[in-house]
C-alpha cells in the first residue's frame, strides 16, 4: 500500500514560481514511477509530468515544459515539482500518483493518489 501526501501549494503571481512535494510512505517507494497531474474546475484531469523509477527518465506535456522540473529523492520518498514562470492557466488542483511499471502519460494507468494541493496563479 502507498500513500501519499501532496504540500508545496498555494497562490502566487503569474511570473512566479513555486515548489510542490510529494511524500509517500512504504517500503518501495523507489520501484514506483511517479506523476504529477492537475485538474481545474470543470475540466478533466490532465498529465503534467512523470519521472521513472530510477529517476533516470522524466516526461513533460507541452504546455509545462521548459517551465516545470520534476524530480525524486528515494531516500527521502519524496518526489518534487519545480514550477517556475507561472501562468494563470497553472492553476489547478495538482495531484501526485504513483504505479509500478514505465512512466505513462493517462490517469487510469496510476493505482495510487494524494489528495491533491491547490495552486493559484493571479494575473
Known amino acids: 500500500q502507498v500513500q501519499l501526501v501532496e504540500s508545496g501549494g498555494g497562490l502566487v503571481q503569474a511570473g512566479g514560481s513555486l515548489r510542490l512535494s510529494c511524500a509517500s510512505s512504504g517500503r518501495t517507494f523507489s520501484s514506483y514511477t511517479m506523476g504529477w497531474f492537475r485538474q481545474a474546475p470543470g475540466k478533466e484531469r490532465e498529465f503534467v509530468s512523470a519521472i521513472s523509477a530510477s529517476g533516470g527518465s522524466t516526461y513533460y506535456a507541452d504546455s509545462v515544459k521548459g517551465r516545470f522540473t520534476i524530480s525524486r529523492d528515494n531516500a527521502k520518498n519524496t518526489i518534487y515539482l519545480q514550477m517556475n514562470s507561472l501562468k494563470p492557466e497553472d492553476t489547478a488542483v495538482y495531484y501526485c500518483?504513483?504505479?509500478?511499471?514505465?512512466?505513462?502519460?493517462?490517469?487510469?494507468?496510476?493505482?495510487?493518489w494524494g489528495q491533491g494541493t491547490q495552486v493559484t496563479v493571479s494575473s
Open positions: 500518483a504513483a504505479r509500478t511499471g514505465a512512466p505513462y502519460a493517462l490517469a487510469h494507468g496510476y493505482g495510487y
